[in-house]
């Protein structure tokens, strides 16, 4: 119960930080306006949805998992190291959008619909085999 608090503590805040939140930090620690913090989130969610698709979809079913989700947590942990303690210009703020954009698209939330509830149908039949990488909404059309 205390790991599940651990982790569920730390998500919630940084779910609640990366919704509505992030631009107003990205705006006031990095000194850009508001169309330029708002880029930056939209830059943030590309690099996520790339990754999910050439990181995850294509590679969890050829490489280990486990070296999938420890790459994606290391670059999560870099990306938060350096938005909080790296000086804050420009190029921190870019590299903090491609470090955790990344690491979500390839971490802990792209194997939350893999898990064995959601995959052991489809993974019993020869051709949805790979299906087991597609996200939820994805798997729909199979």
């Known amino acids: 119960m205390l790991f599940l608090f651990g982790v569920y503590a730390f998500w919630n805040t940084v779910a609640g930080a990366m919704g509505i939140f992030m631009p107003r930090i990205y705006e006031s620690i990095g000194g850009l306006n508001a169309i330029q913090a708002n880029l930056l989130q939209v830059a943030l969610w590309s690099c996520t949805a790339l990754a999910t698709y050439f990181g995850f979809m294509r590679l969890a079913d050829k490489y ?12 999560g942990i870099i990306a938060w190291l350096l938005l909080v303690f790296a000086p804050h210009v420009p190029l921190v703020l870019g ?26 149908r489809l993974a019993t039949a020869p051709e949805h085999k790979a299906s087991c990488s597609l996200l939820p909404a994805q798997r729909l059309v199979y």
């Open 64 to 75: 280990s998992r486990r070296l999938l989700y420890g790459i994606g947590a290391a670059l």
């Open 95 to 120: 590299a903090f959008v491609v470090l955790w954009g990344v690491s979500a698209g390839i971490g802990a939330q792209a194997f939350m619909a893999c898990g064995p509830a959601n995959c052991s």
